[in-house]
Each structure stands twice: as structure tokens, then as C-alpha cells.
């Protein structure tokens, strides 16, 4: 097989182990964060070149207070959500894509705003968008959900608001000092319960209650396998570590399992 020549000899034999035991544990979990989109050329929250070596995320509490914000948050979001609306799936994706259509992994647990596992091809009930989904805008007061495609923002300088009720709107994600959907976590927590092996690809695993999700996999007995080019405070935990680029691990991975 052609090797990607981004693996080292190391990774390369991680992913064979990691591979054997997949073939093992069929149908595996996996856990994905925004490092899985970076080759996509959606920046992440805290890799080198993260978002948040630019400008700190809006807390929620702050959002709902405070007019101005809400204003340059809506301007930050008609220049930043068409470059989203318009990424594509990376070798990433369309490998984990290729895994669950061929019965090595059944749900995938994200982090990610984008829908790009489902853009690749991932069935979307089989993916659990555990901070919500940037296409869609959510009315904070009745709890009503818009496509983004399709809710009507006022002209620059003013603030959109619901159709229904009136009232404020904001991307349908989960900010910081938000809570997170209660169905969503709790059916993360049960699929991390029942796993036999979780993978985590492109987390810093540093948000929760979202990176609790690993750990109680791994306290429920399944295995750990981290895929990640830096560090993670879970690390030595794992069973298995590949330091390195997700596209090309993954791409590497499914060769072996797929074909
Ligand atoms: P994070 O930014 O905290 O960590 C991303 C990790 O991925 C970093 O450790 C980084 O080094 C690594 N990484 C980056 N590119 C990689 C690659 N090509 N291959 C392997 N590893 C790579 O992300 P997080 O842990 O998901 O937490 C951040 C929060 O930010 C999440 O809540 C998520 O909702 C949000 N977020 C989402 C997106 C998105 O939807 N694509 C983008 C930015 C932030």
C-alpha cells in the first residue's frame, strides 16, 4: 500500500495495532474535535493556529446582556459563515464515513459546529453534534430552530430576531456558560457506556462537559485510542497514541480495515 508520507514509522504502527483491535471490537465509537476540520480549513479553538490565539469566544451570559455584542457577533457571523457553508469534507471525514458504512464504527460523538461528517456521508442519526450546529439559528426565548439558509437577517447594523415570538436569536451551538442539550449528552453517555473502543480524533480535550466523554468510555472498559498532533491531558490514559495529522491517519486506517 502506498504510505502517506505525513505518518512516521511510529504512527504508522500505532495505526496497525489500532487497526487489529478495531477488527476486534467492531462496531467502535468515535469522538471527534474541531482538530478533524482544521484540513478543511476550518480553524480550531486551541491548536497553533486556533482561533483563540485571535479573539476569546462570546460567553452566553454576556451574549444575552449585552446589545453591542450581540451586534459585532452577528457582523463576525455573516463574514464567518458562508467560509463554513461552503467547506467541504477532508480524507478525514470521508474515512470515518467509510469505516461506519462498512461496519467498523456506528456512532459518531462531535464537538464540531460544521456538519462535515454528514456532509461526507456519515447518516445523520448516526452523529451526535453534542455543541449544536451552526446552520441552524435558535430563538433563546420559545426554543424554535431555523435554517440558516433560510432565516432573514436584517440589513449590517441591525439585530435579527425571532419571527415566531420576537424574541433574541443566536447561532444554534452551544457558547461557553451554556448548557448543552440534556438528549444529546445523556445518549453520548450511554454510547460512551456500551463501547468497546472509543477514538478520539482532533481534541485538545480540554471542554467539558464534552471531554468527560473519553473518560467515562474508558472508566465503562473500552479501549482508548487518541489521534491528535499534540498532546492531550488523556494521553496516558490511552491504550494507543498517534501524534499526527488526522486526514492521513484516518485515510490510513480505513485503507487497512477497507481496502
Ligand atoms: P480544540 O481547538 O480545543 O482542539 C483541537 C485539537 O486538534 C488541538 O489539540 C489541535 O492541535 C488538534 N489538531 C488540529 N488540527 C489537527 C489535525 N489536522 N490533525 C490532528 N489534530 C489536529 O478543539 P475541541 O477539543 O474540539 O474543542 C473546541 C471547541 O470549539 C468545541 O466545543 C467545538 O464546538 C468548537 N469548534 C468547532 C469547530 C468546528 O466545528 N470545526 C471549529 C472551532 C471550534
Known sequence: MALPVTLGQQERQALDDLAEEIRARRPVVAFTGAGISTESGIPDF???????????????????????????????????????????????????????????????????????????GSPPGTVIE????????????????????????????????????????????????????????????????????????????QVNPAARIPQVARQSGAALAIVNNEPTPLDDRADLVVRGPAGAALTYLAELLVG
Open 46 to 120: 486551541r491548536g497553533p493556529s486556533g482561533l483563540w490565539k485571535r479573539a476569546k469566544p462570546t460567553k452566553y451570559r454576556d451574549f444575552l446582556a449585552q446589545p453591542d455584542l450581540r451586534l459585532s457577533y452577528w457582523e463576525r457571523r455573516r463574514t464567518r459563515y458562508p467560509v463554513l457553508a461552503g467547506a467541504e469534507p477532508n480524507a478525514g471525514h470521508v474515512a470515518l464515513a467509510r469505516l461506519q458504512a462498512n461496519g467498523y464504527l456506528c456512532d459518531i460523538i462531535t464537538q464540531n459546529i460544521d456538519g462535515l461528517h454528514q456532509k461526507a
Open 130 to 205: 453534542l455543541h449544536g450546529s451552526a446552520h441552524h439559528i435558535r430563538c433563546v426565548t420559545c426554543r424554535q430552530i431555523f435554517a440558516a439558509n433560510e432565516f432573514p437577517l436584517p440589513a449590517d447594523g441591525l439585530e435579527p430576531s425571532c419571527p415566531a415570538c420576537g424574541g433574541i436569536v443566536k447561532e444554534a451551538t452551544i457558547s461557553f456558560g451554556e448548557s448543552l442539550d440534556v438528549d444529546d449528552l445523556r445518549r453520548s453517555l450511554e454510547i460512551a457506556r456500551g463501547a468497546d473502543l472509543m477514538l478520539v480524533v482532533g481534541s485538545s480535550l
